[in-house]
């Protein structure tokens, strides 16, 4: 059985850091590419960050750039999101996904409040 488990996510004042963790199991996980995505209340969902399987290269939404990273860990089947500087904007709930030219899987969120 499948799984993507969020979790790290939580209330930070504006400027605070949270990272966010992405627990997979089911499937081969370095076979897949992994992504973050965000949706905030009445808007569509959005790429954040993504991260290839095999060279780890990495991609950003200019909205995050240079103040979150994305990272994984194939011995663990885990991806990380670092965020940094975060912003009232960045409230969301923030989905771990994953895809290859076959399937692709999501998690079920977690909630990240941004307010001071």
């Known amino acids: 059985q499948v799984q993507l488990v969020e979790s790290g996510g939580g209330l930070v004042q504006p400027g605070g850091s949270l990272r966010l963790s992405c627990a997979t199991s089911?499937?081969?996980?370095?076979?897949?590419?992994m992504s973050w995505y965000r949706q905030a209340p009445g808007k569509e969902r959005e790429l954040v960050a993504s991260?290839?399987?095999?060279?780890?290269?990495?991609n950003y939404a200019d909205s995050v750039q240079g103040r979150f990273t994305i990272s994984r860990d194939n011995a663990k089947n885990t991806v990380y999101l670092q965020m940094n500087s975060l912003k009232p904007e960045d409230t969301a709930v923030y989905y771990c996904?994953?895809?290859?030219?076959?399937?692709?899987?999501w998690g079920k969120g977690t909630l990240v409040t941004v307010s001071s």
């Open positions: 996904h994953s895809n290859n030219r076959w399937s692709d899987y």
């Open positions: 991260i290839t399987s095999a060279l780890g290269n990495t």
């Open positions: 089911g499937f081969i996980f370095r076979n897949y590419a």
